[in-house]
């Protein structure tokens, strides 16, 4: 079965670090996004990508945040600077329309 | 704004025992419904989804759930629980033409054998 796939599995960066997380969605894909899980809270929307562009953002997306989708086949997520409160889990996820969503197994991220 | 409501947080079950997990969202036009489950140590996997049709849905490893567009409900069961199926649940909803998903806070479940 096609799996998203995100490296690194966890990611340990000093506070203030630029920290960038890949995901390599399923293929056929056409939408991509991130999510993310702080200990204890709900999941939440980071970010949609469809046609090399951002359809969607939320709030916590904010300047410190951006995505790429370098060469055809990664999904990135960028952190410029990052903060303790950044500290999370850090899932990607990919579709082909609006339901399928298949999500890679995360990235936990800590800021120290 | 959307949101969604899981009124279990912690739930503890003995092997076989009956399984019904809340999920009540908030929006009043189309929407498409999840379940997630996350072993411990392990991604996000789909259960089952709800998008028209049956209200009824029926799930990977023996789960079902059913959508009532009247309680604004769509509840996960499972008639005999294992060992196995100890986890967190995740409900989620996507609403009409919007595809980011908004979640609930998840339900715990431990299964004692």
């Known amino acids: 079965e096609p799996e998203v796939t995100q490296t690194p599995s966890h990611q340990v960066t000093q506070m203030g670090q630029e920290v960038i997380l890949r995901c390599v969605p399923i293929?056929?894909?056409?939408?991509f996004y991130w999510y993310r899980q702080i200990l204890g809270q709900k999941v939440e929307f980071l970010v949609s990508?469809?046609?090399?562009?951002?359809?969607?953002k939320s709030e916590i997306f904010d300047d410190q945040f951006s995505v790429e989708r370098p060469d055809g086949s990664n999904f990135t997520l960028k952190i410029r600077s990052t903060k303790l409160e950044d500290s999370a889990m850090y899932f990607c996820a990919s579709s082909e329309g609006p339901g399928g969503y298949t999500f890679g197994s995360g990235t936990r991220l800590t800021v120290v | 704004a959307q949101s969604v409501s899981q009124h279990n947080h912690h739930v503890i079950l003995s092997e076989a025992a009956s399984l019904e997990l809340g999920c009540n969202y908030s929006?009043?036009?189309?929407?498409?419904l999840f379940w997630y489950v996350q072993y411990p140590g392990q991604h996000l996997q789909l259960l089952l989804k709800?998008?028209?049709?049956d209200p009824l849905v029926k799930g990977i490893k023996g789960f079902e759930a059913e959508f009532i567009k009247s309680k604004f409900s769509f509840n996960l069961r499972k008639p005999s629980v294992q060992w196995s199926d100890t986890a967190e649940y995740f409900c989620?909803?996507?609403?009409?033409?919007?595809?980011?998903?908004?979640w609930g806070l998840g339900t715990s479940l431990a299964v004692n054998p």
């Open positions: 929006y009043g036009g189309t929407v498409n």
């Open positions: 990508f469809y046609n090399n562009e951002i359809s969607e």
């Open positions: 989620a909803v996507n609403a009409g033409n919007n595809r980011k998903l908004i």
């Open positions: 293929s056929n894909h056409l939408y």
């Open positions: 709800y998008f028209s049709g």
